[in-house]
């Protein structure tokens, strides 16, 4: 489907938009996505490399300005970080994009340091960029603050169990923040995305082939065009439709179940059976 964006959306969401975790992926095609409407673009990201070659592809593409930083996402004081290097700009757009599963496996098998790195990520510093953001974006009247968030959120699962906790959090965060900023004309949104093709995937040898995974660009596009179809929107038609099951009062166990075999069918596992105990 071609997604038009509404007319008025630079003015509502421009001049500036803030991606964090903008080097690649959804985070690369939200900025060149944006840049096609003249908005100009901070893309944060731990590593500096790419996100210069994507500024400078973009600045070449669209002619719009766009800043870098390196600045580690899980970090204390990312938010802080995010606010001062952005406090001479007009941001209107701010997109947390970063907060993706860093590993596939069974809870007690987690190195302990990486379950505290999905929580700061998806909880610590989301809270935090919101609440630094948040005021900026009621002072101007209008814009927009997204949390991208995962189908993963809506059940627990094996394989990710934390992870999916943490998405869960970021949804109802958004959707508590929807009712709050939208009293000041600004859009807050969980927006949340499936299976999706990224490199952060394919380095991990994840295998989505069975989850009809979406082209980021086409993530971008209907998410940027949906801004406004607030608390919360499920970006593809596929991921709509089992998100309307997994949200009706089915036996939740089934649910969880359910998504255990799919996690454990990305990861490249065979899923355990419950003991009959």
């Not at 989301?126 to 009247?141: C, E, K, N, S, V």
């Not at 958004?174 to 490199?199: H, K, N, Q």
Request: proline share 4%; net charge negative; glycine share 10%.
């Amino acid at each position: 489907m071609n997604w038009e964006l509404p007319a008025d959306f630079s003015d509502r969401y421009g001049p500036w938009a803030l991606i964090a975790g903008g080097s690649e992926g959804t985070g690369e095609a939200f900025a060149r996505r944006l840049a096609r409407e003249g908005i100009n673009s901070v893309l944060l990201a731990r590593r500096q490399a790419p996100l210069d070659a994507l500024a400078a592809d973009i600045r070449a593409e669209h002619g719009v300005e766009v800043r870098t930083a390196s600045v580690d996402l899980g970090h204390a004081d990312a938010a802080a970080m995010a606010a001062e290097l952005t406090e001479d700009l007009d941001v209107g757009l701010v997109i947390f994009n970063a907060g993706a599963t860093i590993r596939f496996n069974y809870f007690p098998e987690w190195p302990e340091e990486d379950l505290l790195a999905l929580v700061n990520m998806n909880c610590r510093t989301t809270t935090l960029f919101a609440h630094r953001f948040a005021p900026r974006l009621i002072q101007r009247g209008r814009g927009g603050l997204v949390l991208v968030g995962s189908v993963a959120g809506f059940a627990g699962s094996t394989h990710q169990s934390v992870y999916n906790a943490s998405k869960a959090y970021d949804w109802v965060l958004a959707e508590g923040l929807w009712r709050e900023l939208g009293i000041y004309g600004v859009d807050a949104i969980a927006m949340v995305i499936g299976a999706t093709d990224t490199p952060s995937h394919r380095r991990m040898g994840a295998d989505l082939s069975a989850h009809s995974p979406m082209e980021a660009a086409d993530v971008a596009d209907e998410a940027l065009a949906n801004l406004h179809n607030g608390p919360t929107y499920v970006v593809g038609e596929h991921n709509r439709a089992a998100s309307e099951f997994i949200l009706t009062p089915h036996n939740r166990g089934a649910i969880v179940s359910s998504m255990s075999e799919s996690s454990a069918g990305i990861a490249g596992d065979e899923m355990l059976p419950m003991s009959s105990r």
